[in-house]
């Protein structure tokens, strides 16, 4: 069964591909590579046997989305591309907009065209702005806090309105925590362009010594230690859960909605501490001002996606620091080296 991957040279993506492989399914990708690397195909083949077929294009590109429908028999679409750095979403919003929303608009389109109705949306946690509670269940209230964000939002608004009046859809809206670790074999994980916008790639810098010092953003939220509270899930537990939601709900007309994370909530911190006894390593780090927009608490309650789609995250914190430190070590430049 094949299934047209878009961003699957991204991080998630990729893993994802391995996962889908793994299950029996044959990924098709779509990348236009503005934030990933060709040779990440050569990864993909070598950790799993199976090199993907690669469109090199946009899915803005409906010609090129035609083109992919009619050449490949394909059952199902995981939609991964996308802008998503929070900060540049704030100075380019326009950019954001055009490529999240009208690349979804013209992927979906192209999919009415070509009579595929099944499709599963990488949402994420930032759909629920300030939590008023943790754990977040699906039901909580969405709001948001930054035009990247707003696309997150505005993508689950128009799928639902389109779900309910074409109901031979099946749209599974997946809300993603905070991705980290690597796969296993230590030759596939994140590989962000310049200074890193995350936490778990920015530690991993500073312990191989690409970066002086890790900057922690505030220690007066009221939390534990004060520093910010999330819910890390390894990306190989996040790639398996989208191949649940593709056996599961792939069958089943309607709307599916569900978290992904781990139930589990780790301070900044606790993660740096974890990360130390992972490589055997100081990180060097000062307190300096909150960063505008973080929310002190964010994690998840994953038992919908337990009940449902027989899915659990099941790699530990030592688990995630371990497999990161893994590939950042082996591969100190990420996939130029
Ligand atoms: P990524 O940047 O590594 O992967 C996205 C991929 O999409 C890249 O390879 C990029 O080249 C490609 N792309 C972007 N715009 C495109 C376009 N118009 N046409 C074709 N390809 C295009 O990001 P990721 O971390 O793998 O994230 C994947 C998805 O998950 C995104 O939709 C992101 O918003 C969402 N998400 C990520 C996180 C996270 O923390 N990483 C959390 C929640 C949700
Ligand atoms: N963070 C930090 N220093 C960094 C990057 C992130 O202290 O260089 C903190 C950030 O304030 C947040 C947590 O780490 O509390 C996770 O941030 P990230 O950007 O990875 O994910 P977010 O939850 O914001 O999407």
């Known amino acids: 069964m094949k299934i047209l991957v ?5 991080y998630i993506g990729s893993h994802t591909c391995l996962a889908l492989i793994s299950a029996g399914f044959e990924p098709v990708i779509i990348d236009n590579l503005c934030n990933s690397k060709l040779s990440v195909l050569d990864r993909i083949e070598e950790v799993s046997g199976m090199r993907p077929l690669f469109y090199q294009g946009d899915i ?68 629920y702005g300030d939590p008023h509670a943790v754990p977040i269940k699906e039901d909580f209230p969405r709001s948001t806090m930054s035009p990247y964000g707003r696309t997150k939002l505005m993508i689950e608004q128009m799928l639902e309105d389109i779900e309910v009046a074409e109901p031979n859809w099946s749209i599974t809206l997946l809300r993603y925590f905070n991705p980290i670790g690597a796969h296993e074999s230590g030759r596939m994980g994140e590989d962000p362009q310049g200074i890193p916008n995350n936490l778990m790639p920015y530690i991993t810098q500073v312990a191989i010594g690409r970066r002086d010092c890790l900057n922690i953003f505030g220690n007066d939220y009221p939390t534990p230690d004060g520093t910010c509270v999330r819910d890390y ?34 301070s900044v911190l606790q993660m740096v501490h974890a990360f130390a ?30 009940k449902e789609l027989g899915w659990k995250a099941t790699r530990t914190l030592a688990d995630m620091t371990a497999d990161s430190w893994r590939w950042q070590k082996n591969n100190p430049n990420g996939y130029e080296a």
Request: with cysteine; net charge negative.
């Open 233 to 266: 899930i390894h990306v190989m537990d996040l790639a398996e859960g989208h191949v649940k939601a593709l056996e599961v709900c792939g069958h089943k007309s309607g709307l599916h909605i569900y978290n992904l994370g781990t139930g589990n909530g780790v």
């Open 60 to 127: 803005r590109d409906a010609e090129l989305l035609d083109s992919i429908f009619s050449e490949q028999n394909i059952q199902g679409v995981i939609h991964f591309a996308a802008l998503k750095a929070v900060g540049e979403s704030t100075q380019k919003p326009y950019e954001y907009f055009e490529n999240n929303i009208s690349g979804t608009l013209t992927l979906l389109g192209a999919m009415r065209r070509a009579g595929c109705y099944r499709f599963i949306f990488s949402s994420s946690a930032t759909v």
């Open 6 to 10: 878009t961003g699957g040279t991204g």
């Open 277 to 306: 006894k992972a490589s055997g390593l100081e990180i060097n780090y000062k307190i300096v001002d909150r960063r505008p927009g973080d929310v002190s608490e964010c994690w998840a309650d994953p038992s919908k996606a337990q």
